[in-house]
């Protein structure tokens, strides 16, 4: 388990590295030097998504009774970075910009990369993290495993100078993972978090 965890974590550096170079950000380690840390506070989570077979109570009823059951609720991934992979069973799905949701063909030889609410700040909102949901699947077992690249705890998250100008100001406060944790478990799994770290908010407040 840790061999898999240092190949995905190498990885999640090699894609910020990248990231960072296309933003022309001058520090192409801006990013990844978060999670080489030492106290990056990424984490492995393997979810299990039992068959949930469809029952459907009225046959004759025209409401429908073949909707797949919500494994894992609507949200955003809250860290840096994610890397997730499947078994072969379908389920997850991502919304786009008008809110329709798209499922994500299972491939257990590919990765699915999310952008998590830490990089929607530190790009100054030019990354945008991505909706998802997982459904169940009515015969099979679905296995997930998500590599979640989290900064150490009291990391500041705030955009590089470079990616702040005059027409593009800085969308949201510096703060660190702490603060953006403890927010995490104050919401709903599918509040918008970083809303409470927009430089307006702050204006209002304070
Ligand atoms: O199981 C999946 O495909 C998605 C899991 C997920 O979104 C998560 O663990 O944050
Ligand atoms: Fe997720």
Known sequence: MSGY???????????????????????????????????SDSILRLNHYP???????????????NHSKVGFGEHSDPQILTILRSNDVGGLQISLNDGAWVPVTPDPTAFCVNVG???QAMTNGRFVSVRHKALTNSYKSRLSMA?????????????????VTPTKPALFRPFTWAEFKKAVYALRL?????GLFTTEVDEHVG
């Not at 029952?55 to 409401?63: A, G, Q, R, V």
């Open 5 to 39: 965890i240092e190949a995905v974590r190498g990885l999640a550096c090699e894609l910020l590295d990248l990231m960072a170079e296309g933003l022309w950000v001058p520090d192409r380690s801006v990013f990844s030097r978060l999670i080489r840390d030492d106290d």
């Open 51 to 65: 068959p949930m077979p469809l029952l459907c109570k009225d046959k004759d009823s025209s409401s429908p009774c």
């Open 117 to 119: 609410d830490l990089l």
């Open 147 to 163: 590599y979640f690249a989290a900064p150490p705890l009291e990391a500041r998250i705030a955009a590089p100078p470079e990616m």
């Open 190 to 194: 599918g509040d918008n978090r970083l």
